[in-house]
């Protein structure tokens, strides 16, 4: 999963936005293989062991008005009660700060990255975007069946909607997104992450051919986008449930 020529066919994410993709796009560099996401400026690492687990935290300087909503013990306590055979291979929690050009056409809470380029390494990802206090998000009044349950999990995390004719629009606040980002993004991106493992990792064996996982990364690449996220949500409701009854979450920013 870490072999570099392989990376086309792990790029592909499953993105949770705050409104629709425009067909705008995010130019990358003459000379470089990177992804606008694994860009990074002026950045900051912490290592952290979780359970045993090596975890880097890359956290990505803000520009004015904007702040990560979740701070790095935020993330490691939750992950702490995240079973430890779910981590896998996952070692990066990359706090980013997105270009105001991939807000405007990418704009998204957090993603899975199954191979992030990091220092010339590679590693599973997590990415949670900061959040810029000047925008708001917008929902079309037009919503699929997915969408009005999306729209209801944002109401549910303290997100406050206007509605005019043609959408519902909330200004971006720090408690509600930090709400959205650390008790459902971050689990929402390690169930994508699960799934993977559950189909690819953990149906063979040590003395397998490549192509025989190969074939099988073949198969969960090729999934309905609606059904990773399916097994995501269930994945994240569960363990959020879980917190709850524990009286383990909602708690003050540490």
Known sequence: ???????????????????KSNKL?????????KSFYERLEN????????????????IEETRENSVHSCSINDLTKIIEHIPKEDYGDLRFIVLKQPKRKEELISPVWGRLIYSYNFEDEYFPAIILDAIDLNKKI????????QDQKEFERLKQDGHIFMENKREFSSNLKITPSRNTQLYRT?????????HYLEVVERQGNKDEEDKEKEAREDDYFGLLKVEKEKFAHRYADLIKAKLVLEKLIPFESL
């Open 25 to 33: 796009k995010i130019s990358t560099p003459y000379g470089t293989l």
């Open 43 to 58: 950045y900051t690492k912490e290592i952290r062991i979780i359970n045993d687990h090596e975890f880097l935290f890359i």
């Open 186 to 194: 971050l689990l929402h991106e390690f169930g994508h992450y699960v």
């Open 138 to 145: 917008i929902w079309t009044r037009k919503q699929t069946i």
């Open 1 to 19: 999963m870490h072999n570099p020529i392989r990376r086309n066919r792990n790029i592909g994410t499953e993105n949770q936005g705050f409104s």
